[in-house]
């Protein structure tokens, strides 16, 4: 390495610094996680935070009307779910060498544990599948976790590969949700090459999303971060592909975005931008709410 390289390695790990000092992430024991385990300990050493992994699985009950389920059937069920946590465990203790982590192994629904949890995080990595994908029984489901936890949420890709944010998608709409994740947003905001806020809009309101986004620039600008500002004239069905062409653009890979959405008997029901975004992801998504 030159005396330049090392330089620049330099003044990059002292930009990430002190910008987020613990990372949360619920650890499942099986192949399709893995992806999800290895981008949080890729951020942990980035940010040479700690890394809290959660084991969490709830015992699936089934209705049984003739009762027909024995005793049996509930400890083979039991044996099951402590099978996949010790696997979590083991599956958390191999990854995380050298890294600082804690560790908590929890009998009950994934996306309550980790909520709790995230009291102590100042980032949650979650999976992203599309929404007809597993129960929340076992998974956790991102949309749900990131209306009940209070911590910006870090959305991976099925296959999310390593995360580099050196180009960021800031996606804005003039709301208490998209104000919060551009301030939790704001320590992979510092240390990004480039970063673009963007307004989709009606056609007839280019002139006050140009007006909004520059606001939001210069505020980023007060942070160190140099940003820019886009206004796109869309129809509102089209605002999360409009989104993901202007990461194409820059070569982005994460998409800032506040999470919109509210309760339905019992489950989180979302609708817009959001439910596209997670309904294919395509990208590290950070959601606020």
């Keep these: ?36 385990l290895q981008v949080a300990v890729d951020l942990a050493r980035m940010f040479d935070a700690t890394l809290m992994g959660v084991g969490a699985e709830m015992l699936q009950t089934y209705g049984d009307p003739y009762g027909m389920l024995g005793g049996e059937w509930v400890v083979q069920l039991q044996s099951l779910v402590e099978g996949d946590l010790k696997r979590a465990e083991q599956t958390f203790q191999a990854k995380t060498s050298g890294l600082r982590t804690n560790w908590a192994s929890v009998e009950a629904f994934p996306a309550n544990v980790m909520a709790r949890h995230a009291r102590s995080a100042d980032l949650v990595v979650a999976g992203g599948a599309p929404l007809g994908g597993e129960g929340n029984y076992r998974a956790v489901l991102p949309a749900e976790l990131a209306m009940q936890c209070g911590r910006p949420v870090l959305v991976a890709p099925p296959k999310p590969g390593k995360f580099h944010g050196r180009a960021v998608i800031v996606a804005w709409k003039d709301t208490r949700e998209a104000r919060r994740a551009v301030a939790d947003s704001l320590p992979f905001l510092k240390v990004a ?20 986004t520059s606001d939001v620039v210069q505020q980023l600008r007060r942070h160190g971060v140099e940003a820019f ?14 989104l993901q062409i202007a990461a194409q653009e820059v070569g982005a890979d994460l998409i800032v975005a506040g999470a919109y959405g509210h309760t339905r008997l019992g489950e989180w029901a979302f609708g817009g931008v959001t439910y596209d975004l997670l309904n294919a992801p395509e990208r590290f998504i950070l959601l606020s709410h």
């Excluded at 330099?10 to 192949?31: F, P, Y």
């Excluded at 090459?193 to 909004?212: K, M, S, T």
């Design 229 to 242: 500002g886009k206004a796109v004239a869309t129809a509102p069905e089209r605002v999360a592909t409009e």
């Design 193 to 212: 090459e480039q970063v673009v806020v963007v307004e989709c809009c009606a056609r007839d309101g280019v002139a006050d999303a140009r007006l909004n």
């Design 1 to 36: 390495m030159t005396m330049i390289e090392d330089a620049h390695v330099q003044q990059d790990a002292a930009k990430r610094e002190g910008l987020l000092r613990s990372i949360l992430v619920h650890v499942e024991g099986n192949t399709e996680a893995s992806g999800r």
